[in-house]
């Protein structure tokens, strides 16, 4: 990487190349990405058994300013936007960064902040 780099831009880079490995070695095995990043994001088993199996049902119920504030149903929400990214938009790799980018213009909206 240059030298002229940030060291943060850095690390979105390293980030971005660690999804895409992710991505590519676990092709096949969502339900094992889902609980390793969901376990990150301080999610419970019995959440992202919800996101693996229907995250269309936490997407169709949308945003609201409840779930905006709510700690988990935001992570909930952000995961299961980017698992539809993946799935619907051809995203090679697991866009959480852009998913929480539209949770928190989507939240700021509704008046809450996230």
């Known amino acids: 990487m240059p030298e002229d780099m940030s060291k943060e831009e850095k690390c979105r880079i390293a980030v971005s ?19 390793e990043i969901g ?12 996101i693996s199996n229907g995250y269309e049902d936490i997407l169709r119920a949308g945003l609201t300013k409840e779930r905006c504030e709510d700690f988990r149903g935001i992570r909930q929400w952000v995961l299961a936007r980017a698992w539809e990214m993946v799935e619907k938009e051809g995203y090679k790799h697991l866009p959480v960064k852009k998913a929480w980018a539209e949770a928190k213009e ?7 902040v996230v």
């Open 106 to 112: 989507k939240c700021l909206e509704l008046g809450a």
């Open 17 to 35: 190349i660690a999804m895409d490995e992710i991505m590519n070695y676990c092709e096949g095995a969502k339900d094992i990405v889902i609980q």
């Open 39 to 50: 376990g990150m994001l301080g999610l419970e088993p019995e959440e992202l058994k919800i």
